[in-house]
């Protein structure tokens, strides 16, 4: 989606000094991607570790109650340092990121993804045992497994793929 | 010299050609490549606050 107002935007926002800033000295960039993909580092682990639980692979024997609080609570520490990391990027180089179709994607896909895990975390909080307490949720749990790795998948790759597109 | 042979033999094995050739074989490895790091990285910090907590339930 490139509407000319979304172009006027990026280019006010490229002639800001905040920008101006960010694209004039030359550490800055390099030092928030290196926390971004840190940031990213933390969220990957632990949706790998909550979801390999909500599907059941390591077994039963830690609660997914106990489990999730442990993990999501990294998911919901690094959320706002991928926001404030991101942030920065996007106001170094608004065009290259604000117009960009790969961009707009991934940000759909963090939304996707943020939905998923309140919905899988929203039930647990009631109940810890809701997950596994029938055939049919035991199943739910593992599409919601499997749904929440790919879109995490998604989110890495396209945040490589901003920069070809 | 003799490292800078080995590059250009090295740039002229077919798996380099097919990489430099295919517009979008790069990013996909390099996607791969940010990926695989991301895990690495999260599973090291992972065993890391696991051992860190194990040290402190002991040391308390």
């Keep these: 989606m490139r509407t000319k107002a979304l172009h006027d935007f990026s280019v006010w926002l490229e002639h800001t000094p905040v920008s101006q800033t960010i694209q004039t000295i030359d550490w800055i960039v390099p030092a928030v991607q290196t926390v971004h993909i840190l940031a990213i580092a933390a969220v990957m682990a632990s949706v790998l570790m909550v979801n390999l639980r909500l599907a059941r692979v390591p077994g039963r024997e830690q609660g997914l109650q106990r489990y999730s609080a442990r993990f999501v609570r990294v998911i919901w520490w690094a959320l706002p340092v991928l926001l404030a990391s991101g942030t920065v990027m996007v106001i170094g180089e608004p065009g290259r990121s604000l117009e960009n179709d790969v961009f707009q994607l991934k940000m759909c896909l963090v939304l996707s993804v943020v939905a998923v895990t309140l919905a899988f975390r929203y039930p647990l909080a009631r109940d810890a045992t809701f997950w596994d307490a029938t055939a049919g949720r035991r199943i739910a749990a593992v599409a919601v497994a499997v749904g929440s790795l790919a879109l995490w998948t998604s989110i890495v790759f396209a945040g490589r793929w901003i920069a070809y597109y | ?60």
């Design chain 2, 1 to 60: 010299m003799q490292l800078d042979a080995v590059l250009k033999s090295l740039e002229a094995t077919s798996v380099a050609t097919a990489i430099s050739e295919h517009d979008a074989l790069f990013p996909w490895i390099e996607s791969l490549h940010v990926l695989a790091i991301t895990l690495v990285v999260g599973s090291i910090w992972i065993v890391t606050c696991g051992s860190w907590e194990s040290a402190r339930a002991i040391a308390r």
